[in-house]
């Protein structure tokens, strides 16, 4: 129970420690985003994809009317873009989940997230 003048009840503040370890609880390695990625099966048919090679490239055709390509990097927590035709300038997808087949992260080039499927 939470009295007056105390701090967060002990269930609320353990919570928010398991949120939190959670939250940093993803590691990115190169390895395991290879291959291609869509919004949903359908959109892997049609070519609206996010491609990371083996070579440590990728090809984005997600956002219609803007494709980019470029070497990529990862860091921790992190996907890092850079275009090849503005390499000085570096995007981030922030991931929070990564499974075999689901990749949920923050968009820093939509500034939105975005959950993408492994393609087959």
């Known amino acids: 129970m939470h009295r007056a003048g105390s701090s967060l009840p002990v269930a609320l503040v353990a919570l928010l420690m398991a ?27 049609a070519g609206e994809l996010l491609e990371f090679t083996q070579e440590g490239g990728f090809r984005s055709t997600l956002d219609e009317g803007d494709p980019r390509e470029g070497r990529v990097r990862t860091e921790r927590d992190k996907i890092i873009l850079i275009d090849a035709e503005q390499p000085d300038r ?31």
């Open 19 to 45: 949120g939190a370890a959670m939250a940093q609880a993803v590691t990115v390695r190169p390895g395991m985003i290879l291959g291609r990625w869509a919004i949903n099966p359908a959109a892997c048919e």
């Open 90 to 120: 570096e995007l981030a997808l922030v991931v929070f989940d990564l499974t075999p087949q689901k990749l949920v992260a923050f968009d820093e080039t939509i500034e939105a997230d975005r959950m993408l499927v492994r393609c087959r």
